[in-house]
């Protein structure tokens, strides 16, 4: 089994999020799927999880933020 | 002048030839080269026969033939004169047909007489055989891409094989075999030379996602050119030379014979062939011991052929393969910049099929999909107030009780500040009052978070902080620590009227729990899951019959979701299964007073009733199970026992909301494991390989998945969330499921491996990473790496610490099922070329024991004998016996050993000193205490540690040396007593009763310890003993801390199994005769004297006392004991309405817990039991 594409230590990765403000590990080379866009990178894997770490303060989505705070 | 010109070596191709033409001779020849070419028109025979002698006179090679040399080597005998026969019969001489001889494996047979047969491991057969051809306007546009990079065709041939291959196996790095031609150019006349040079040569491609598919063919091309220097080389020489076996099962040929095209194709007739003369077509037919061959052959139109072996590759699979082949070949004529991992290898037809078809209605009729928790309750409790919501022994409640008790806790929860998503911590025992807890939390809008009631208090306390729950509702006084407000369930409810719903906007994305489970990271992962995706999960369509679900998973797991939430969200009963483990029979009981229709059991358990009484579902509409890899046996007896009872197996991870697969058993008659079936309702699941593409049916991919259910993350761990619920190409989001599974004909999904290290044991989930760092905690470990063999974990570590300190230490914040069963101390961990822990090449737990060397000749061989007992490599001189898995038969052996040598030990010693240096010195010392060879009344089996000592009673043989199995587990710390039957020490004495035995037994033990708190246990007849002489003592107005029974039952005749105990014992001195005690006797006096620990004396007084206790056992009438029992039931070979736990009822005023130990009466204090049964012990002593 070739290795899973999100456990490359070497690789370059982008951090993505959605319209939700939910975020996702994802590599550089893989087409970016629809409703979601560059958070940041291209850079490490570590870099991108701490740059995920750092700024997914909260981990609802927005939309229930929306909702319960009318 | 001799018949030959030459005696030449074999080329590489040759032997390989030769090889396998030995290697079969009944087998159909399958190098039968041959072309045919058909002539139509007045054929002149003498000028045909004149033109095949000239050829075959010019090349030497033609009139080869092949033989075997005395020494075993084949060469080539080159004849000077070989007659070619053209006519219409057989050829019978060397030389053969008008073919290229090297091929003629016919021919090669014909000269071989009986001699050396290689052998090998596969059989050619005839290959089955499909066809394409590209049109002339890809053939064109492919030439021109390659042409335009100086690419060959054979280039792109093996590119395009590589990734076929590459998505065939789930592998991005592989290896086939590709043909040269094997003319190399600096030999003159090289090109001009009629014969087979050819040679097959691995071809090894490594595949980089982002790489274009220009850049792989560039990539490859160079590679291969450099390697040309080496193409005449054999591929046994390769092998040889890299040290690898088989290197491929695969291979691709490019057949750029110099054929005149244009003649085969018709077009000239006049330009080589005589007048008059018409070559009609030309077929060709070869084959091949490879699964895949592909030859491509050059022209105006490409053409391919896939020769495949029928019974590895099906003529429907080689079909598809060739499809997909065509559609690469296409992929890289239209655009050769497209990244590997943009390419999609799927036709259309496959991917509709894939990714929609076998996934179900994207949005299916999820009823209630905007719905909470409590509103879809409230909808039933409206609906039908006053059906049965909860029910269990002795208690029944109503939607209407449900919802007003819930109601009244839900206030109470929200005065304690519970607003939606606050956590709350559950620790409560499986009582009615699970059910009302978690409603009234979802009530409140909070996320319950269920803790396990084995964890450590450490553990406890940890997820207590991790999730900051600023209150815990429970029914215990809690005993760890913990900031958190706490709720007793367990006091009374006040009598005032229910209020009413509390009125709190909980939205349906809300959190509606968290459940903890290992994680890599070192540090369990609390996997958050939402109000809606437990909506969804109940709403599914395949409940229907889900009507009445008992309620016996812990609460802590994720089936307490299903067992709860979807019996009581669809107007049904949750059936609450009373308190503790329960084992087969249990459930058979609970079947029938219950009128269940709907159960979850693990594979496991599944496994266990399978075996025991498979019978038990069949008044269930249906039994799920899951959880481990499923036995086909055990479903197959299920589905043959409970013929009208659905079997449904379901698979799934936390993240996903308890099942996100399920698959209908109907027949189980297909080899191998059942798969775990199709996506649930609204989840959907995708197959995909390292590029992020989904596989075809067949080849293993990684499982996604991606829907209603899916978790919100790891409660507070967003990067961790992050890289296991990621973008899906399909939509949304989806999670990583790190399984290894493959897609069937049928679309039904099969599980294969997992992708990481995660492993489960007796259902548990399990990460040895968690493992690993909680022990690189102790500050004696330098290195540590955990792995599992034979489903025991064991721990290898590098550092200062003892095992057992080690084991404790862990056993202090890790539930028990992650303690490692071993601890082997190493030098240093194995590491793999790049610097990772080599797993494979860490040794077993048999090789490893690591103490210091001996330094004496008495050291030596007791360090010798240890390992001879022990069935190790070596044993230090400092290592403890029962730390290396010694047991009590392994002491006799020991013993009966060391006296052969010359060395005096008892038994006794052994317990007493365990290590071989100890006993070495006992050897030096004037007075020793023998004891009485190990036959005494009370022996220590570890007299030292700071707990209150476990004291253990004889089972009917009256030996207590089966409790030595005990001590590796309980601890250095735990001292350990075994009383053993007065009969071994005085022969003629003959215990009254159970009760003078007990009384007997008191004397002694008050001696070692004048007062309580005691701590009893006893194994079958030792149980009545033990619970004879704690209802003494009790009497006597001591304290009992723990009574222990072991299979131990009142009123019942001792299991003859006791006899196996005896015969077990003797074994270990090579007697297996049936156990009577003549023959025992007999044989012992015809083995002479060396056994001295288990001398005639011994044996008879054992058999008696056995005879004895049988009789005395059936007399004993047991009176009440004040207190609780810690009940081990022994679950294999129970049968229906034998005796169980609850026959102690009328004998026990407290609560009786049972715990199941999968194993025989006879054999509990074996290794595997013996570890749950000290684990059940130590927490009772905890």
Known sequence: MSSNPFEDPEGVYLALINDEGQYSLWPAWSEIPAGWTVAFGEDSRQACLDHIEANWTDMRPNSLIRATEQ | ?1182
């Open chain 2, 1 to 1182: 002048m001799s018949q030959l010109e030459d005696i030449l070596p074999l080329s590489p191709l040759q032997q390989g030839l030769f090889f396998h033409a030995v290697f079969d001779e009944a087998a159909p020849d399958v190098y039968t080269a041959q072309l045919v070419l058909e002539l139509e028109g007045a054929l002149d025979v003498p000028a045909l026969r004149d033109a095949a002698c000239r050829l075959v006179h010019r090349h030497a090679n033609l009139r080869a033939s092949f033989r075997q040399r005395a020494g075993g080597d084949p060469v080539q005998l080159v004849h000077r004169r070989a007659e070619i026969p053209v006519g219409f019969h057989q050829p019978s001489h060397p030389a053969g047909r008008l073919v290229d001889t090297a091929a003629g494996g016919r021919a090669v047979r014909a000269v071989l007489g009986p001699g050396a047969r290689p052998r090998a491991a596969r059989t050619p057969v005839n290959p089955g055989c499909v066809r394409a051809r590209l049109d002339e306007d890809l053939t064109g546009r492919l030439a021109s891409v390659l042409r335009a990079r100086s690419l060959t065709l054979n280039t792109a041939v093996q590119g395009v094989w590589a990734l076929l291959l590459a998505q065939l196996t789930g592998r991005d790095d592989v290896v086939f075999g590709g043909t040269v031609s094997g003319r190399p150019p600096e030999l003159p006349g090289a090109e001009r030379m009629i014969g087979l040079f050819i040679n097959t040569l691995p071809v090894r491609v490594r595949l980089h996602p982002a790489e274009t598919l220009a850049g792989l063919l560039e990539r490859l091309q160079a590679e291969q050119s450099e390697l040309f220097a080496h193409h005449h080389l054999g591929l046994s020489d390769i092998q040889r030379a890299c040290g690898l076996g088989r290197l491929f099962d695969t291979m691709t040929v490019l057949e750029n014979y110099p054929l005149d095209t244009a003649i085969l194709n018709g077009r000239s007739m006049e330009a080589g062939v005589e007048a008059g003369l018409r070559l009609a077509g030309a077929s060709g037919s070869d084959a091949t011991h490879y699964p895949l061959a592909l030859a491509v052959v050059p022209g105006e139109r490409l053409s391919l052929r896939l020769d495949h072996r029928p019974d590895v590759v099906p003529h429907a699979e080689a079909v598809r393969l060739l499809d997909r082949l065509v559609l690469l070949l296409g992929a890289v004529a239209a655009d050769p910049e497209l990244p590997l991992a943009r390419l999609d290898p799927l036709s259309a037809d496959e991917l509709v099929r894939i990714l929609d078809e076998w996934n179900g209605p994207e949005s299916p009729p999820v009823p209630g999909a905007a719905a909470t928790i409590a509103s879809a309750f409230a909808e039933r409790a409206r609906r039908a107030p006053d059906a049965e919501a909860v029910v269990g022994d002795g208690f029944s409640l109503s939607y209407a009780e449900l919802d007003g008790r819930a109601n009244r806790l839900a206030h109470r929860l929200i005065g304690l500040g519970v607003r939606p998503e606050t956590p709350v911590a559950v620790l409560l025992d499986r009582s009615a009052d699970v059910v009302v807890t978690t409603l009234a939390i979802a009530k409140a809008g909070g996320a319950y978070v269920p803790i396990h009631h084995s964890y450590p208090p450490d553990r406890m306390s940890w997820v207590m902080a991790d999730t900051g729950a600023p209150v815990l509702v429970t029914d215990r006084t809690p005993g760890f620590e913990h900031a958190a407000e706490v709720v007793r369930v367990d006091e009374p409810v006040p009598a005032d009227p229910a209020p009413p719903e509390p009125r709190v906007e909980v939205h349906p994305e809300h959190l509606a729990y968290v459940i903890y489970t290992s994680g890599s990271t070192g540090t369990p992962k609390g996997v958050a899951v939402r109000q809606c995706d437990v909506v969804a999960l109940a709403a599914d369509r395949r409940w229907e019959w889900h009507r009445r679900v008992l309620m016996h998973s812990p609460h802590a797991f994720d089936a307490s979701t299903y067992e709860i939430w979807v019996p009581l969200l669809r107007g049904g009963t949750v059936v609450v299964a009373p308190p503790g483990d329960l084992g087969p029979d249990a459930f058979a009981g609970l079947v029938a007073r219950h009128r269940l229709t709907a159960l979850f059991i693990t594979t496991a358990l599944f496994n266990l009733v399978a075996e025991e009484a498979p019978g038990t579902f069949a008044p269930l509409a249906e039994v799920l199970t899951g959880g481990e890899a499923a036995s086909a046996a055990a479903m197959r007896r299920v589905r043959a026992a409970c013929p009208q009872t659905l079997l449904g197996h379901v698979y799934g991870p936390t993240e996903a909301t308890t099942y996100a697969t399920y698959h209908p058993v109907s027949t189980v008659s297909r080899a191998g494991t059942p798969p775990i079936g199709r996506a649930m309702d609204g989840m959907r699941a995708y197959v995909l390989d390292g590029f992020l593409r989904p596989v075809p049916p067949g080849a293993p991919g990684e499982l996604y998945l991606a829907g209603a259910g899916l978790a919100r993350g790891y409660l507070g761990r967003p990067a961790l969330t992050a890289e296991r619920f990621v973008a899906c190409p399909y939509g949304g989001r989806m999670y990583r499921t790190g399984d290894v599974v493959r897609w069937s004909a049928d679309g039904e999904l099969e599980y294969l491996a997992r992708a990481d290290r995660q492993v489960k044991i007796r259902g548990f989930r399990i990460e040895p990473a968690e493992i690993e760092a909680a022990l690189a905690g102790h500050p004696g470990v330098v290195q540590v790496a955990v792995t599992v063999r034979d489903r025991r974990l064991l721990a290898y570590v590098v550092g200062t610490v003892a095992a057992e300190e080690l084991r404790r230490f862990a056993g202090r914040t890790l539930p028990e099922y992650m303690v490692p069963s071993s601890v082997i101390g190493l030098d240093a961990l194995p590491l793999t070329p790049n610097g990772k822990v080599d797993r494979a090449a860490l040794p077993s737990a048999l090789a490893a024991a690591v103490g210091r060397d001996p330094r004496t000749p008495e050291e030596e061989s007791l360090c010798r004998l240890f390992a001879q007992v022990l069935g190790l490599e070596r044993v230090g001189a400092d290592d403890g016996f029962f730390d290396l898995g010694g047991d009590s038969i392994g002491v006799i052996r020991l013993v009966s050993l060391a006296a052969r040598e010359g060395l005096v030990i008892s038994p006794r010693e052994v317990f007493a000193r365990q290590t071989a240096e100890a006993l070495a010195r006992a050897q030096g010392e004037s007075t020793r205490d023998l004891g009485e060879g190990g036959l005494e009344m009370l022996l220590p089996l570890r007299a030292s540690g700071s707990r209150p000592p476990l004291f253990c009673v004889h089972p009917g043989a009256g030996l207590g040396w089966p409790y030595a199995g005990l001590l590796r587990h309980l601890g250095p710390d735990q001292p350990l007593y075994a009383f053993q039957a007065r009969v071994l020490a005085e022969p003629d004495y003959v215990a009254p009763s159970i009760e003078a035995m007990a009384l007997d037994y008191l004397e002694r033990l008050l001696q070692v310890r004048p007062h309580g708190p005691y701590r009893l246990a006893g194994w079958s007849m030792g149980g009545l003993i033990a619970h004879a002489m704690a209802v003494e003592l009790r009497e006597r107005g001591e304290e009992v801390a723990l009574l222990a029974l072991l299979d131990s039952y009142p009123g019942q005749e001792i299991n003859s199994d006791e006899r196996d105990v005896l015969v077990e014992l003797l074994s270990a001195i090579d007697y297996d005769g049936p156990g009577e005690i003549g023959d025992v006797v007999e044989f012992l006096r015809e083995q002479g004297g060396p056994y001295a620990t288990l001398d005639e004396r011994t044996l008879t007084a054992v058999y008696r006392n056995y005879r004895n206790g049988v009789k005395i056992s059936e007399e004993y009438a047991p009176r009440m004991f004040e207190g609780d029992v810690l009940f081990v039931t022994a679950a294999h070979g129970h049968e229906e309405g034998g005796p169980t736990a609850a026959d102690w009822k009328p004998y026990v005023t407290g609560a009786i817990h049972d715990h199941q130990v999968a194993c025989d009466h006879a054999n509990m204090l074996s290794p595997g039991p013996v570890a749950e049964i000290a684990a059940l012990l130590r927490e009772d002593t905890e």
